[in-house]
């Protein structure tokens, strides 16, 4: 069974950086495709980031283009999110996901859905302000 734990989040000022960490255990994330969602208070949850199982496709919300990156290293079973030029309203609780039977190309054309994946973390708090 896989399991998925965020961290990296915490407080930080607008304009700073922040590394979230989806490390996985039980399994080898070799062959998941991971998103990043994000939900903030009274708001639905929403995607941020995603990259497929051979790190080689990856796509990103409009919000974040340009200020966010998601990169895996598989021989840690680990996928990232480096967050830049950090936003109040990027305040959230971010949740990375796992899903076993996304292809490339879907991840390529746009981030699949929250319920096309199989596996989810417990979230990790960012807070953005001065």
């Known amino acids: 069974q896989l399991q998925l734990v965020e961290s990296g989040g915490g407080l930080v000022q607008p304009g700073g950086s922040l590394r979230l960490s989806c490390a996985a255990s039980?399994?080898?994330?070799?062959?998941?495709?991971i998103g990043w969602f994000r939900q903030a208070p009274g708001k639905e949850r929403e995607g941020v980031s995603c990259?497929?199982?051979?790190?080689?496709?990856?796509n990103y919300a409009d919000a974040v283009k340009g200020r966010f990156t998601i990169f895996r290293d598989n021989a840690k079973n680990t996928v990232y999110l480096q967050m830049n030029s950090l936003k109040p309203e990027d305040t959230a609780v971010y949740y990375c996901?796992?899903?076993?039977?996304?292809?490339?190309?879907?991840?390529?054309?746009?981030?699949?859905?929250?319920?096309?994946?199989?596996?989810w973390g417990q979230g990790t708090q960012v807070t953005v302000s001065s």
């Open positions: 039980g399994s080898t994330l070799d062959y998941y495709a």
């Open positions: 990259i497929s199982a051979s790190g080689g496709r990856t």
């Open positions: 996901a796992a899903g076993e039977r996304i292809p490339d190309f879907i991840v390529e054309a746009m981030c699949p859905g929250r319920y096309e994946y199989d596996y």
